[in-house]
């Protein structure tokens, strides 16, 4: 069974400072890896992905990748009330075209 | 272009009552997917199709039908409805490119209690 491991939270962070979001996975042939928001009530929409080890910066999000450890995470530099809501982590295989989520991290930004 | 659209937003059911959700999409994604998400719980993959004509299971299938037989349509059919499938059901498409998993696009959800 393929899994993908994100702590739930809350996490609150205090606007203007970096929220960190961390995620596992179990399968080692994974090649994909994704960080959607997901507002309350809505739908999750894409924030980044990434496939290479390192890091990948788009805005005041960057992701990083390891993929030796198994790890992702998400940055979110000066961070904004309007931040505030799920994220989630989404892993993806070789070929099968098939993404396997985490539970998913709930983010407070405090102002 | 509008997407992944989504029918009905939001559904009451009764125990036993069957239904097709929706599901349309206008970008060619050849992948399309059927999603439930319960409360504080992430994404669990019901169904998948690669195409038109071809379907497959994903982690959840059992209680739940789907056909794919245009591009564009791809409805997810709940026969004899259990309280079980109270969920949040997303629909999401993809255009694969390379041999990677590409990025999924998702519709507006369809919110459905069973009662």
């Known amino acids: 069974q393929k899994e993908v491991e994100q702590n739930s939270g809350p996490l609150s962070v205090p606007e203007g400072a970096i929220a960190s979001l961390n995620c596992t996975y179990s399968d080692r042939g994974s090649q994909s890896f994704f960080w959607y928001r997901q507002y309350s009530g809505k739908s999750p929409e894409l924030i980044m992905f990434i496939y290479s080890n390192g890091d990948k910066e788009d805005g005041r999000f960057t992701a990083q990748l390891n993929k030796a450890s198994q790890y992702v995470s998400l940055l979110i530099r000066d961070s904004q009330p309007s931040d505030s809501a799920t994220y989630l982590c989404a892993v993806g295989g070789r070929g099968a075209q098939k993404l396997v989520f985490g539970q998913g991290t709930r983010l407070t930004i405090n102002p | 272009n509008a997407g992944v659209t989504q029918t009905p937003k939001f559904r009451i059911l009764k125990i036993g009552q069957s239904m097709t959700l929706q599901c349309a999409q206008d970008m060619n994604h050849n992948y399309m997917y059927w999603y439930r998400q319960d409360p504080g719980m992430g994404l669990k993959l019901i169904y998948y199709s690669v195409g038109a004509g071809i379907t497959d299971k994903g982690e959840v299938p059992n209680g739940y039908n789907v056909s794919r037989s245009t591009t564009e349509d791809f409805p997810l059919r709940l026969e004899l409805a259990a309280p079980s499938q109270t969920s949040v059901y997303f629909c999401?498409?993809?255009?694969?490119?390379?041999?990677?998993?590409?990025?999924?696009?998702f519709g507006p959800g369809t919110r459905l209690t069973v009662l």
């Open positions: 999401a498409s993809s255009y694969p490119r390379g041999g990677v998993t590409d990025t999924q696009y």
